[in-house]
């Protein structure tokens, strides 16, 4: 069971990065949309490292 969170948030994690990329190489990339997912893949990469 943990095995299969800490999958499905390394995934989140995955996207987050996808997303944070694609953004970032629009024309006009939205500063505060990037903040937000930056925030929340902080916030991912503390609670994967706190269960591993």
Do not use: F, Y
Request: glycine share 2%; aromatic share 2%.
């Amino acid at each position: 069971m943990v095995d299969a969170h800490l999958a499905a948030l390394s995934e989140k994690h995955a996207n987050l990065e996808s997303q944070i990329d694609q953004e970032v190489h629009r024309p006009l990339p939205d500063e505060t949309l990037i903040a937000q997912w930056k925030k929340e893949k902080l916030r991912l990469k503390e609670v994967i490292s706190g269960i591993r």
